[in-house]
């Protein structure tokens, strides 16, 4: 045994001698020396080579500092990883006043207009007499004849729905009580509101055809008040769609009627300092120092007293009585190089009540490619900007939504400016243009359209 292990000691030995070893020995001295001499890192070779002590210091230096910039830099990248740079420029001065543009809430006075709606307002009255009496005006003798007059066809009438009936959905119209069941498999329903009118199993909804009554949409509402606005609505519409451009203005206020007294920073204005332009849905609107002003009003000291002051009059007592359902005007203060959509960002002020606003302006500015894909003039945007004003994404989405219901439906939509060689959608001429509208609607507001994928937003 003694011998065996002996023998196993000489060949381990004999191994060790024999073997051609590449390295240095397990000294720490050593092994730094080794890595100096045979390293590619940039210095190091050099400290190793340099005669003298001179140049060794040197290099070491050299090394040293290289290798702390590296490890500096790394810190950096890894700290600034997750971050964005911000510049941030704050300044004291005098700033642009902006634009005020106002508008009644009614848009036409009733003693010049109601000759326009003599008929739609007779089936209003009746509608709303309906809807107040009950379930005794709808299963009364009488409800067919509905308050003793009659009436056009309505092509797209409110209607009430019971959504009890296991198959079908029993739908009767309010002004003339007819009543039929549809298929409820088939039933298109466009809301998603649960909530019922004041009758237990009985729904409110305003029904739109096609042209050959074959398909339907039932526009279900929460509330009467609801349903009965929209339906006035988009009659009233339709009605005014017809109408030429100045017997809309002529129907409407004047800057005079409308702006009672006037001053600005101490000093009196009067309806010379207010642009008129026509509004769909508000009529006639004055805008204060717009655009194509000569003056350039600023803002230097904060407070009511330095800025614009109104007195509006409304003029209540000649109100459209189904159209508007608030009394009031409606302003909205914007950039005087941006076109305000009065009608979505606008604030209703109530009459007899003195209202103060104030504004506190932020600039941002957003980087363009590869950052984001902002616009800086809407140039690079394949839509036609059919409002004439500079560009925006609100623009951009209008003009692209008008688009589409001039594509799909033959005609524009009122609340829309046309292109040339377009109408605007009315009964008489695109019957069952309702019904388009509407779904193409229900698809924009869904953004499900092309228009929020082709739109960009603005860089500034």
Known sequence: MERSGLKKCDTIRTIKRNLKLKGPEPSMVTLVDFYL???????????????????????????????????WECVQLHLTYHT???????????NEFPTVTICNLNPYKFNLSKHLMKDLDKMARCIVSRISSGRSAIFGENN????????PVDPTPLVYMNMTLPANVKVMEILTGNDYLVNGSLLDLRSHSNQKIG?????????????????CIYNTFSSAISAMQEWYRLHFFNIMATVPEKDKIAMGYSADELIYACLYSGRTCDARDFTQFHHPHFGNCFVFNNDSSSKNLTALIPGNRHGLQL?????????????????????????????SFIEDVGINLQPATETLLGLSVSEIQKLGVPYSDCTEDGSDV???NLYYSSYSLQICLQSCFQKEILQQCGCGHYERPLPAGYKYCNSQEFPGWEYCYYKLYSNYIAEELNCYRMCKQTCL
């Open 37 to 71: 001499w045979n390293t590619n890192t940039h210095g190091c070779r050099r400290i190793a080579a340099s005669k003298g002590p001179i140049k060794r210091t040197l290099w070491i230096l050299l090394t040293m500092t290289a290798a702390a910039m590296i490890f």
């Open 84 to 94: 964005a740079t911000m510049s941030v420029t704050m300044r004291h001065g005098k």
């Open 382 to 384: 394949p839509i036609e």
């Open 199 to 215: 009758m237990s199993d009985w729904w409110i909804a305003l029904r739109l055809c096609d042209a050959n009554v074959s398909n």
């Open 144 to 151: 067919v004849k509905a308050c003793n007059m009659e009436f």
């Open 311 to 339: 007195i509006l009059h409304t003029e209540q007592q000649d109100y459209i009585p189904f159209f508007a359902g608030t009394a009031g005007t409606r302003i909205a203060i914007h950039s005087k190089y941006t076109k």
